[in-house]
């Protein structure tokens, strides 16, 4: 015969624990103690456990009863989050959103979103770092639902594309690195003498795309931003960062600027597919763009 576990059984456990007894458990569910005491010993000889030691003043949980009481919170607790998720989806909200960004872009910028969404949903967002091709590969093939990037030259006709603003990116050295010595530096010519260090496209499928490269141009790649910078702060060769990856290391000296005008502006995009909108994605649409205006003030 199978023994069975009710989610009632595990609730009074769980209350005769937190309130240390079956007096102060049953006034907390509403129920008789006498009706408490019951449902114990009968889930005792449904399960042939000794859940409690009745041995001494107060009734005290065996091994096998705390070991009941513990995996049984982890069931309640899982019951809970998908009574939880089922509701959301009900509600027309998605029990998870992937916010895909381009490298250039700083996820601390982001995190604001999470905090703010969480008091209108219970949707888990999670952020993943993209590089040029990798970003829109991910949104074609539903592995992000939105996308923060340079604008492309050409989108797919099912993706809706959002201007952002301008994104600040310029050429950086190590102050030490012989580049600032020369007279144009960022002359393509000039360039191509010293080795560039890029990020790696995360593209799996699509082919890869490449910016600032110099053909027959020495090069290193890495796998993030954050690892780029870490390269270029050595002075083992230059490259191209955002601001906000460049802006701490420029002001404590481990990095310079490379001639006397090195900036760039990036059309940065907000993009998705339109086919799926559910409510949270509608939210972070509308979110992103005030977000990212504020930082731009």
């Known amino acids: 015969m199978n023994k069975l576990l009710s989610f009632e059984a595990l609730i009074v456990l769980d209350a005769i624990d ?80 992937t916010i895909a960004y381009d490298g250039l872009v700083s996820v601390n910028s982001m995190l604001p979103l999470v905090a703010e969404l969480g008091k209108k949903s219970k949707t888990r967002i999670r952020f993943k770092e993209e590089i040029l091709a990798g970003g829109w590969e991910a949104l074609a093939q539903d592995r992000a639902d939105l996308l923060i990037a340079p604008a492309p030259t050409v989108a797919p006709p099912e993706v809706k594309i959002q201007s952002l603003g301008k994104l600040a990116t310029l050429w950086v050295a190590h102050p030490d690195h012989p580049i600032h010595k020369q007279e144009n530096p960022l002359d393509p010519a000039v360039r191509k003498q010293y080795l560039a260090i890029a990020v790696s496209d995360t593209a799996r499928n699509m082919p ?42 420029l002001e404590s000296g481990e990095l310079e600027v490379i001639g006397d ?13 339109r086919n799926q909108m559910g409510k949270a994605k509608v939210w972070c649409i509308k979110n992103i763009e005030k977000l990212w205006k504020k930082q731009l003030n």
């Open 18 to 97: 937190r309130r240390k007894s079956f007096a102060a458990a049953s006034e907390e569910l509403g129920r008789a103690p006498s009706s408490l005491s019951y449902q114990v010993q009968k889930l005792e000889q449904d399960l042939d456990l000794v859940i409690f030691d009745r041995s001494g003043h107060r009734a005290v949980f065996t091994k096998a009863g705390q070991l009941l009481l513990e995996r049984g919170r982890l069931l309640l607790l899982a019951a809970d989050e998908m009574i939880a998720d089922a509701s959301a989806l009900a509600h027309g909200w998605e029990l998870d959103l």
């Open 208 to 249: 890869p795309l490449s910016h600032n490269i110099l053909e027959e141009q020495a090069l290193v790649t890495v796998s993030t931003m954050n690892d780029k910078l870490a390269a270029l702060k050595t002075g083992m060769g230059i490259g191209t960062l955002s601001m906000c990856y460049a802006q701490s290391a």
């Open 261 to 273: 005008d090195p900036v760039y502006e990036l059309d940065m995009v907000l993009a998705w597919n």
